[in-house]
């Protein structure tokens, strides 16, 4: 906590002052659409003060900004553990080992030996569950009864990732593993689990670290497993069946971390996609894509509007760098915002307006659009993403919305989520809904 909290950390950046410690509790107090409303608006340069007065948390903003953050990895270090820095060695640190929190030759190891989970192979394989998967879903149904789109999307791609990236099939004891390790990290975010670290079994943390070991336990089982049989096409069996040209491999440890970085990762992020991509195709007036073509635009335009992911993963700068006319401290806390980008109007003109057709035949710099972020660290699955987004979205028969107050929530502080259910109906359509309301509009302003 304490380098989180470091306000004697100095910052030069054009814009108001504060007062250090004020401002870092004010900051706090409020949810990341404090520093999108009150503070980066605020300050014109590259580097934004999030906490104002000193330099603990800045934001890295436009094309220099995230040029920088994206690519100057050795400097912008991702966290091992979260935003809080907890004592290593512990049973929860296995949780922490993997790639997403790895950082320079340890990151470009793992990534290395993570990459032939998408290739071409492997995917043709995916692209056959993700149509079973929708064929069996709610969404290929015809009965009339509402549900939620959302909670469908969770079960789509829970399901997906339980055949695709451990090869099991789709049964309550599967379903539930899946519960268990998204519970995981869910937990990792309650106070009660992190300040009181007893281990007794009636405490929360207690409970905790047996439900990590249970996890763990059944996830190396399933390695091992998976390593005795036949190379497959699910994920987990050729990691289990890749060696490198070194003579390389991943450790069943080492694999087992990786999977539930990888499940948490892809799981909420690829189903809150899919539903900001069908709320905007449904809640806007006019023809629903009827092309490949038009649907690619439409996910596109979806993910620019209304990111899953709003804010970057938090780094920890490694050394003093200059950004522009700033020097980043040594220690700060650092951000990126996809979502502030996507709404630069010097990239994407009324950056409010929901317009596919921007993207026909248009080119913007890899800084300017980052649902996946950018770079050595580029979100991994992302080409697992988009398959799964496009052929779930591409095979399907349009629903017809009925809920059009839709909130857009951060949660975890990571992905963003409706805040109620979204009703959607299958069968005969019924008439056009009325305009979506809700805080979605703070981002799709017409
Ligand atoms: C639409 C769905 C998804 C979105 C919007 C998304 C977004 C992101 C973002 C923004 C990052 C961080 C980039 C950065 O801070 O530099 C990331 C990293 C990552 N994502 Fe995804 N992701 C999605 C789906 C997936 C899936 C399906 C998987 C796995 C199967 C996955 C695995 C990862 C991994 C392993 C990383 C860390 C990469 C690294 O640090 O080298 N993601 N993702």
């Not at 504060?18 to 590259?46: E, Q, S």
């Amino acid at each position: 906590m304490a380098k989180m909290f470091d306000t004697s950390l100095r910052i030069d950046a054009a814009g108001p002052p504060g007062i250090p410690i004020v401002n870092n509790l004010r900051f706090l107090r409020h949810n990341a659409w404090y520093a999108l409303d009150r503070v980066a608006t605020r300050f014109p340069g590259p580097v934004v003060p999030l906490t104002g007065g000193n330099g603990s948390v800045v934001l890295l903003r436009g094309e220099e900004g995230a040029r920088a953050y994206f690519t100057e990895n050795d400097v912008f270090e991702r966290l091992s553990d979260g935003i809080f820095a907890l004592p290593k060695g512990r049973p929860w640190s296995k949780m922490f080992d993997a790639v997403i929190t790895f950082n320079g030759d340890r990151h470009r190891r793992s990534r290395r030996l993570l990459m032939p989970i998408t290739h071409k192979n492997a995917m043709d394989h995916y692209a056959t569950v993700f149509a079973e998967t929708l064929r069996r879903s709610r969404f290929a149904g015809d009965d009339g009864e509402p549900f939620d789109m959302a909670a469908e999307f969770l079960d789509i791609t829970r399901a997906n990732m339980l055949v695709c990236l451990l090869g099991i099939e789709v049964n309550d004891a599967n379903v539930r593993l899946a519960g268990d390790v998204a519970r995981l990290l869910r937990a990792f975010q309650n106070p009660l689990v992190l300040l009181f670290p007893s281990e007794a079994a009636w405490t929360p943390h207690g409970r905790w670290l047996r439900d990590l070991a249970s996890v763990y336990d059944r996830l190396e089982l399933l390695i091992e497993r998976k390593r005795a049989d036949d190379p497959r096409r699910d994920a987990l069996s050729i990691l289990c069946h890749t060696v490198d040209e070194n003579g390389d491999r991943l450790s069943t440890p080492e694999i087992a971390g990786e999977l539930h970085g990888l499940f948490a990762a892809g799981f909420e992020t690829t189903a809150m996609s899919m539903t900001w991509a069908l709320l905007t195709i449904l809640g806007t007036p006019g023809p629903v894509p009827g092309t490949e073509h038009d649907l690619d635009a439409a996910v596109r335009e979806s993910q620019r509007l209304l990111p899953t992911v709003p804010f970057s993963l938090p780094r920890r700068v490694a050394r003093d760098i200059r950004v522009g006319p700033t020097v980043v401290p040594k220690g700060a806390l650092a951000f990126a915002a996809p979502v502030l980008e996507h709404h630069d109007p010097a990239s994407f003109p009324d950056p409010g307006v929901y317009r596919p057709d921007r993207w026909t035949g248009a080119k913007f710099s890899p800084y300017a659009f980052l649902p996946y972020g950018v770079g050595q660290r580029r979100c991994l699955g992302a080409s697992f993403a988009d398959l799964q987004i496009r052929t779930t979205l591409g095979l399907m028969r349009w629903p017809s919305l009925l809920t059009t107050e839709v909130d857009y929530v951060i949660r975890s502080g990571a992905t963003a989520f409706p805040g109620k259910p979204v009703y959607v109906r299958t069968g005969p359509h019924t008439p056009a809904p009325g305009p979506v309301t809700g805080s979605v509009r703070r981002l799709w302003a017409a």
